[in-house]
């Protein structure tokens, strides 16, 4: 049985670790020809190597999403190395980094080359993918997939205010695009998860206390589990798909709950 994106190519930003990872492996394992571009290349290869190792077709290419020259170059490759472009998942995003021994940054303190540099990450990284995107859709004149990573920081207060701020443009983003572009049969969609342990939050997947902190995690959410990237993954595949080929304009959550309301304990 074909795959959900058999034979579609695929850029997805981020692409050396987290949901990013996780999103690459999982559409080539559906069929996609992927570009797995990251700011950091070892990553992206290393990604790469892991689909190559299950018979998948991929490239590793580096990209600082914040460059739109680099975004517009990413393009490049997946059309000169697969001839076209399908798919854009613009995931890669950054956070404030916490302080050992604190809690999240208060705004107040956060210095405005801090705020400087999310914004040109998380907002404008966002930009420039979907702006190199629709240009290569329309030259190719058959519609396209974007589907943006967002944060349930994105739709409540949650996060810290500056991350939150970021991420709600994003999602704003994302629903006024999608209208602009519908007519042109351009789907753009985002996910929004919540709490998960990746190196975007500062915590190794692989080190001594990864669990613990999973599982400390996972307690602020309602289903009682922390978000596993391949929750974010297997959401964006679905948006990419034809299984969703009637939605646009979506800001879906992958938050174990968070964004429904108050959990109220007995």
Same mark, same amino acid.
């Given at each position: ?35 797995? @571009? ?11 190597? /892991? ?5 998948? =077709? ?7 999403? !914040?460059?739109?020259? !680099? ?20 995931? @890669? ?14 705004? *107040? ?22 702006? $190199? ?13 974007? *589907?943006?990573? @967002? ?17 709600? $443009? ?5 629903? @006024? ?6 007519? !042109? ?8 998860? $919540?709490?998960? &342990? ?9 080190? &001594?206390? /990864? ?8 307690? !602020? =959410? &309602? ?11 297997? /959401?964006?595949?679905?948006? $990419? ?12 959550? *992958? ?12």
């Amino acid at each position: 049985m074909d795959g959900l994106v058999q034979g579609k190519v695929a850029i997805i930003t981020g692409a050396g670790s987290g949901s990013g990872r996780a999103a690459a492996l999982l559409f080539a394992r559906h069929g996609a020809k992927v570009i797995a @571009a990251d700011l950091d290349l070892a990553w992206a290869e290393q990604t790469v190597s /892991a689909i190559v190792a299950e018979s998948g =077709h991929a490239r590793a290419v580096q990209c600082d999403v !914040a460059d739109e020259g !680099a975004v517009s170059r990413a393009v490049q490759s997946a059309v000169e190395s697969y001839g076209r472009l399908d798919i854009m998942y613009n995931n @890669a995003g950054i956070t404030i980094q916490v302080r050992p021994g604190e809690g999240l940054r208060r705004f *107040v303190d956060t210095t405005l080359d801090e705020i400087k540099h999310l914004q040109a990450v998380n907002i404008t990284g966002v930009i420039n993918g979907c702006k $190199a995107a629709i240009r290569q859709f329309e030259a190719q004149g058959n519609g396209g997939v974007i *589907v943006n990573t @967002a944060s349930v920081a994105g739709l409540i207060g949650y996060g810290g205010t500056v991350y939150g701020s970021t991420k709600g $443009a994003v999602t704003s983003l994302t629903r @006024a695009l999608a209208i602009e572009m519908a007519g !042109a049969g351009i789907r753009i969609n985002s996910v929004c998860p $919540a709490g998960m &342990p990746t190196r975007f939050v500062g915590i190794d997947p692989e080190g &001594p206390n /990864a669990e613990a902190v999973k599982i400390g995690m996972g307690k !602020a =959410h &309602p289903l009682g589990r922390a978000i596993d990237p391949m929750d974010c993954a297997n /959401a964006a595949l679905f948006l $990419a798909s034809d299984l969703a080929s009637n939605i646009t304009g979506v800001n879906l959550p *992958v938050d174990g709950g968070i964004s429904a309301g108050i959990q109220i304990r007995r």
